[in-house]
């Protein structure tokens, strides 16, 4: 089937502990399961529940539950539940395992591995609000050879390639590459994992598309964004400046998504309306783990819809801009995934218009 997207990403390995109650000091977390207590060193302050660890390879054997997560997976699996008879291709930076292999068989999605490193592991510790991620370290990659530049120019194929939080900075550079010769529509989800002079400098110049979440968006913008739209509406303008030639957005959380692009003439907020709204945010309520890889959802969503016109949103198709329409099957698609299950149409979404903040606010 010849691949319509192809997707490119960094597996991790997610191991679930329910059982286990956990303690957080200054520097060191205290695992207490029933038979044993673990003491994990951490190597840097917790940013959004998540922290870098030094894990003693025993508590991974203690784990209950074990499912593959990180951007690119995540994408790769919602695309195919929103395009399942569509032609794709994922490129994964780690070496295959038997679970993730069986986790990416979807039909008509071919899978290939650069066998950059193991898969990295999280420990993910308690629920709800209390929940925290506990990262092991990244193994460095050894150099590319022709076997990696095959399989890159294998994902280049495609005519858009979706990049969701890749970590080696090759695979960054020869998708820039190919974008900037025209070879290639290049969306990228920008996120922490990439060095920030090299992201501004790669990634910035050469995306058609790129996707941040305002939790993230501040390694770029140089200052902690908060998920309130007249906030993350300067992040916005920021990036708007150093990618004029990219559709951007910038996803809010339980607040949305704020979309700018060329093609629009000032940014726009797109949200849920109340009622929708407030009945997705009980569910979550009860589980905010369902919201693991709703912003990989959304932007799985808006690559289908942009490159194939699928959706699944209910009923006739929006009359929007098409940045705007996109934005629409992205949020259906973030909403289904974090298992909300009644259809949603565009009157289940509100769209504002908004201006942009002033060069002396957004300099601030």
Same mark, same amino acid.
């Given at each position: 089937?010849?691949?319509?997207?192809?997707?490119?990403?960094?597996?991790?390995?997610?191991?679930?502990?329910?059982?286990?109650?956990?303690?957080?000091?200054?520097?060191?977390?205290?695992?207490?399961?029933?038979?044993?207590?673990?003491? +994990? $060193?951490?190597?840097?302050?917790?940013?959004?529940?998540?922290?870098?660890?030094?894990?003693?390879?025993?508590?991974?054997?203690?784990?209950?539950?074990?499912?593959?997560?990180?951007?690119?997976?995540?994408?790769?699996?919602?695309?195919? !539940?929103?395009?399942?008879?569509?032609?794709?291709?994922? !490129?994964?930076?780690?070496?295959?395992?038997?679970? @993730?292999?069986?986790?990416?068989?979807?039909? %008509?999605?071919?899978?290939?591995?650069?066998?950059?490193?193991?898969?990295?592991?999280?420990?993910?510790?308690?629920? %709800?609000?209390?929940?925290?991620?506990?990262?092991?370290?990244?193994?460095? #990659?050894? =150099?590319?050879?022709?076997?990696? @530049?095959?399989?890159?120019?294998? *994902?280049?194929?495609?005519?858009?390639?979706?990049?969701?939080?890749?970590?080696?900075?090759?695979?960054?550079?020869?998708?820039?590459?190919?974008?900037?010769?025209?070879?290639?529509? *290049?969306?990228?989800?920008?996120?922490?994992? *990439?060095?920030?002079?090299?992201?501004?400098?790669?990634?910035?110049?050469?995306?058609?598309?790129?996707?941040?979440?305002?939790?993230?968006?501040?390694?770029?913008?140089?200052?902690?964004?908060?998920?309130?739209?007249?906030?993350?509406?300067?992040?916005?303008?920021?990036?708007?400046?150093? #990618?004029?030639?990219?559709? *951007?957005? @910038?996803?809010?959380?339980?607040?949305?998504?704020?979309?700018?692009? =060329?093609?629009?003439?000032? =940014?726009?907020? +797109?949200?849920?309306?109340?009622?929708?709204?407030?009945? +997705?945010?009980?569910?979550?309520?009860?589980?905010?783990?369902?919201?693991?890889?709703?912003?990989?959802?959304?932007? #799985?969503?808006?690559? +289908?819809?942009?490159?194939?016109?699928? $959706?699944?949103?209910? %009923?006739?198709?929006?009359?929007?801009?098409?940045?705007?329409?996109?934005?629409?099957?992205?949020?259906?698609?973030?909403?289904?995934?974090?298992?909300?299950?009644?259809?949603?149409?565009?009157?289940?979404?509100?769209?504002?218009?908004?201006?942009?903040?002033?060069?002396?606010? #957004?300099?601030?």
């Amino acid at each position: 089937m010849k691949p319509r997207i192809a997707i490119t990403g960094h597996a991790a390995g997610d191991y679930g502990y329910p059982h286990a109650h956990f303690r957080h000091f200054d520097q060191t977390v205290e695992i207490i399961l029933p038979s044993v207590t673990f003491r +994990v $060193s951490l190597l840097d302050k917790f940013q959004g529940g998540k922290a870098p660890a030094i894990i003693p390879d025993e508590l991974w054997r203690h784990a209950a539950d074990l499912r593959y997560g990180g951007g690119g997976v995540q994408s790769a699996c919602a695309a195919k !539940l929103a395009a399942p008879d569509v032609g794709m291709r994922y !490129l994964e930076a780690c070496r295959p395992t038997e679970l @993730l292999q069986r986790q990416l068989s979807y039909p %008509g999605l071919d899978v290939e591995f650069l066998n950059l490193r193991v898969v990295p592991r999280n420990a993910i510790l308690g629920g %709800g609000s209390d929940r925290i991620i506990l990262k092991s370290r990244l193994e460095g #990659a050894p =150099p590319f050879g022709p076997e990696e @530049l095959r399989k890159l120019d294998w *994902l280049t194929e495609a005519p858009c390639v979706l990049a969701n939080s890749v970590k080696d900075d090759p695979v960054i550079g020869h998708l820039a590459q190919a974008a900037e010769a025209n070879r290639i529509r *290049l969306h990228v989800v920008v996120t922490k994992s *990439l060095e920030t002079d090299f992201a501004r400098k790669a990634v910035l110049g050469a995306a058609h598309m790129i996707f941040a979440s305002a939790d993230e968006i501040g390694f770029l913008v140089g200052r902690k964004v908060a998920c309130d739209p007249a906030e993350a509406l300067e992040a916005l303008d920021w990036l708007r400046r150093h #990618a004029a030639q990219a559709t *951007l957005y @910038l996803t809010l959380g339980r607040e949305g998504v704020l979309v700018a692009g =060329p093609g629009l003439d000032s =940014p726009r907020h +797109v949200r849920l309306a109340q009622r929708p709204w407030e009945q +997705v945010q009980e569910r979550v309520g009860r589980d905010s783990t369902k919201l693991c890889g709703a912003g990989d959802a959304f932007a #799985a969503g808006v690559t +289908v819809h942009q490159q194939t016109g699928k $959706s699944l949103l209910a %009923g006739a198709p929006p009359s929007y801009a098409p940045e705007l329409n996109a934005a629409l099957a992205g949020c259906a698609l973030a909403v289904r995934w974090i298992g909300w299950e009644p259809p949603l149409s565009e009157s289940d979404f509100i769209i504002k218009k908004l201006s942009w903040p002033t060069r002396a606010a #957004a300099a601030a």
